[in-house]
């Protein structure tokens, strides 16, 4: 699939951090934001390779407002 240049806006500190871990992972910062916008929701409601493994990791009946009760405990 041919390529199309992208120009971002990005924080000196993070660039410096991208280039540290591309190199450190013999790749390039191009290829890590491609992989990581390639990992996003589809149009189509598919759901991205994380959030589909974290899916059902939560009771369904649970509210939000109990899950947050439940880290106020947890770390209090």
């Given at each position: 699939m041919p390529k199309t240049k992208l120009t971002l806006s990005v924080e000196r500190r993070v660039i410096e951090?991208?280039?540290?871990?591309?190199r450190?992972?013999?790749?390039?910062v191009s290829e890590l934001v491609s992989q990581f916008l390639s990992a996003l929701e589809e149009e189509?409601?598919?759901s991205a390779p994380i959030t589909a493994r974290l899916v059902g990791a939560l009771a369904p009946e649970g509210s939000?407002?109990?899950?947050?009760?439940y880290l106020?405990?947890?770390y209090e």
């Open positions: 951090r991208a280039k540290r871990y591309s450190r992972n013999d790749t390039s189509d409601g598919d939000i407002d109990e899950y947050y009760e106020d405990e947890k």
